[in-house]
């Protein structure tokens, strides 16, 4: 299950890139991506680029939660069965949260939301 873990890991820190894309084509929209001030031009974003924009941002926030519970079940060699499962709900959830985001669906994306959130908190609870 160690392998789960890293490889779900692994996509939890490309995931915030990958949600990139979204944002950078809402940019691309709107005149063209201002490499000089991105930032600037992000925070003029309406709709759908700024739903995808908020969902790039969340996967950041999402992956410092999740990160830290899998190292902590690493570092006190806790990896099993169960955190695998964990990990891949945790990773599942995010990706249905991500595109629930685009999709401008609320509830739906607050709920995938609570159970990415309680899957890696329930990682780290195995630590224990």
Known sequence: MMTMLLACLLFAM???YLAKVPVAMAMAKQGGY???Y?????AQL????ARALAAHQNAFESLLIFAVAAL???ARDKVDDTVGLLALVHVLARCAYHLLYLLDKSTLRSLSWFVAIIAAFAIF????
Do not use: E, K, M, Y
């Not at 309406?46 to 680029?49: Q, S």
């Not at 609870?125 to 224990?128: E, G, H, V």
């Open 14 to 16: 490309l995931l915030p």
């Open 34 to 36: 201002d490499n000089a």
């Open 38 to 42: 991105p930032r600037s031009q992000q």
């Open 46 to 49: 309406t709709g759908f680029g």
């Open 72 to 74: 902590t079940v690493i």
């Open 125 to 128: 609870a195995r630590a224990f």
